[in-house]
């Protein structure tokens, strides 16, 4: 995602001076107040625990009017199972619902907040995603065992299913800090 950005960046040299893009551990950044105009992330937050410390120092990073847009993966609000549970905590992922994100950016101050449930598009994704896995199998295999090609499409398999059946969902928010 980074690599696309920064290519696409280098072919707009009137923005060059005006736009920056920040790779880092955002968990462990300093950043003095009122430093960005917008802030992206995608599908990464799922791996910060303390996300409402992180929501407060994106509030003082952004300048007055500044922009929050971020993807991340999401659980419904209906019981999981136990082996969705397993796989969570497995990874040591943080899922919150869509819910609890809007609650979040609201305590920590932002306005203009938008959280979408894009979930259907995700589903469209991956299934896009098994197939083109599916069609790159050959040269998969050249890299990797054929029970690193099962594993890796029963897992994706199984992550559509638990989006179809609304365990797994998807959310899209948008969120801006206030003009004082």
Not at 25 to 52: C, G, N, Q, V
């Amino acid at each position: 995602m980074m690599t696309i950005a920064t290519e696409y960046l280098s072919e707009k040299k009137h923005l060059d001076s005006k736009v920056k893009f920040v790779l880092c551990d955002i968990t462990k950044s300093i950043f003095d107040d009122d430093s960005f105009d917008a802030i992206y992330t995608r599908d990464t937050l799922i791996h910060i625990a303390d996300k409402e410390k992180l929501f407060a120092k994106f509030q003082r990073w952004l300048k007055p009017g500044g922009k929050i847009l971020f993807t991340d993966y999401t659980k419904s609000d209906k019981e999981l199972s136990h082996n969705f549970n397993k796989y969570i905590n497995d990874r040591m992922y943080t899922l919150l619902t869509t819910k609890e994100y809007k609650e979040l950016l609201e305590k920590a101050g932002f306005v203009n907040i938008r959280v979408m449930d894009s979930t259907k598009e995700f589903l469209d994704a991956l299934h896009v995603e098994l197939m083109k896995l599916r069609g790159e199998k050959q040269n998969f295999l050249k890299e990797f065992s054929e029970e690193d090609s099962q594993c890796l499409e029963e897992n994706w398999a199984w992550k559509i299913r638990r989006v179809a059946e609304g365990k797994q969902t998807w959310t899209t928010c948008y969120a801006e800090k206030a003009v004082n």
